[in-house]
């Protein structure tokens, strides 16, 4: 049964820093895309990050780019995302997601392209 696990989330400042883990087990996702994404109260889930299966490539959606680095260590089944700079709107819960697909070439960006789920960690930024 594969299974997805976040940790890291908290309430922190604005300007502040969290760093977000998710230990993957169940399956060894190192040939996959793993990804992040949050959902804000009354909004839909978007992407946050995402990276290649090979560590070489990493998406990121606007507003987190420059603040937010994604990164993944394959020996460990995890995938990690350090937030820094934080700001109010970034308060959501943080979900981690992989591709069931192998070897992608193109980084997926869609929840709905995703397969696996965790259950999520809530980030709460206080201005």
């Known amino acids: 049964q594969v299974q997805l696990v976040e940790s890291g989330g908290g309430l922190v400042q604005a300007g502040g820093s969290l760093r977000l883990s998710c230990a993957a087990s169940g399956h060894t996702f190192s040939n996959h895309v793993m990804g992040w994404f949050r959902q804000a109260p009354g909004k839909e889930r978007e992407i946050v990050a995402a990276?290649?299966?090979?560590?070489?490539?990493?998406y990121y959606a606007g507003s987190m780019k420059g603040r937010f680095t994604i990164s993944r260590d394959n020996a460990k089944n995890t995938v990690y995302l350090q937030m820094n700079s934080l700001k109010p709107e970034d308060t959501a819960v943080y979900y981690c997601?992989?591709?069931?697909?192998?070897?992608?070439?193109?980084?997926?960006?869609?929840?709905?392209?995703?397969?696996?789920w965790g259950q999520g960690t809530q980030v709460t930024v206080s201005s």
């Open positions: 997601a992989a591709d069931k697909v192998p070897l992608r070439a193109v980084i997926p960006t869609q929840p709905g392209e995703y397969d696996y």
């Open positions: 990276i290649l299966w090979s560590g070489g490539r990493q």
